[in-house]
């Protein structure tokens, strides 16, 4: 087997895995019960799928592509993506669109004001 024979399976496994966290990202979007834990399941292994599919897509293209276009697009997903879910849970908790009765500590209750 050669090199780049190793390179083009560990590619391919990298890729699977990465497609099988975005699934379950996707599954999780649809199976959770409330707005948290949907948040939660769309950041976290979204971000770790698109990590290794980055990193298959990188080994399989290397010689070919510009590896500045991949480490930039991972780089504005991590940036944006922990900062976009927490947006949307602070404006989630103010609207009072969570189940309370899911959250075993809320911290945010004495830091918020009700108005």
Do not use: N
Request: glycine share 8%; proline share 4%.
């Amino acid at each position: 087997m050669t090199t780049v024979q190793v390179l083009d399976w560990i590619s391919v496994v990298l890729l699977l895995l990465g497609a099988l966290l975005s699934f379950a990202a996707g599954v999780g979007l649809v199976r959770f019960p409330d707005l948290l834990s949907r948040m939660h399941t769309a950041a976290k292994p979204q971000i770790m799928g698109l990590v290794l599919i980055l990193a298959g897509l990188g080994l399989r293209l290397f010689p070919d592509t510009h590896m500045g276009m991949l480490v930039l697009v991972l780089l504005f997903q991590i940036l944006t993506v922990p900062v976009a879910s927490h947006i949307a849970g602070r404006v989630s908790y103010r609207t009072g669109r969570i189940r309370r009765d899911l959250i075993a500590v809320d911290e945010l209750e004495e830091q918020i004001d009700p108005r």
